[in-house]
């Protein structure tokens, strides 16, 4: 079993920054995939960005070139620093931990962090 700890949300004007945390405990594996995907309101959960323990981030279009992922997995820890924020950006951010071998059957997530992005 893993659990999924997210911190950093919370209220921002448009152009600003946040920079998200998120600290996984009990079984992990070093091969573990990491990242955040986010819901907003009236849509579906959506991938932000994921990256491998290998070092391969995965972004988001929308995305791409305003925010940053990073592990430090010495402390099995996933950071997401978001930058140039856009009121788009507000939604329900959830933390990701998956192994890709097992088709979806070990995927957990985090509780969520809320980001508001105000004009």
């Known amino acids: 079993q893993v659990q999924l700890v997210e911190s950093g949300g919370g209220l921002v004007q448009a152009g600003g920054s946040l920079r998200l945390s998120c600290e996984a405990s009990?079984?992990?594996?070093?091969?573990?995939?990491m990242g955040w995907y986010r819901q907003a309101p009236g849509k579906q959960r959506e991938l932000v960005a994921t990256?491998?323990?290998?070092?391969?981030?995965n972004y988001a279009g929308s995305v791409k070139g305003r925010f940053t992922i990073s592990r430090e997995d010495a402390k099995n820890t996933v950071y997401l620093q978001m930058n140039s924020l856009k009121l788009e950006d507000t939604a329900v951010y959830y933390c990701?931990?998956?192994?890709?071998?097992?088709?979806?059957?070990?995927?957990?997530w985090g509780q969520g962090t809320q980001v508001t992005v105000s004009s």
């Open positions: 990701y931990l998956g192994r890709p071998w097992s088709s979806g059957v070990y995927d957990y």
């Open positions: 009990g079984s992990i594996f070093s091969d573990d995939v």
């Open positions: 990256k491998t323990s290998g070092g391969t981030a």
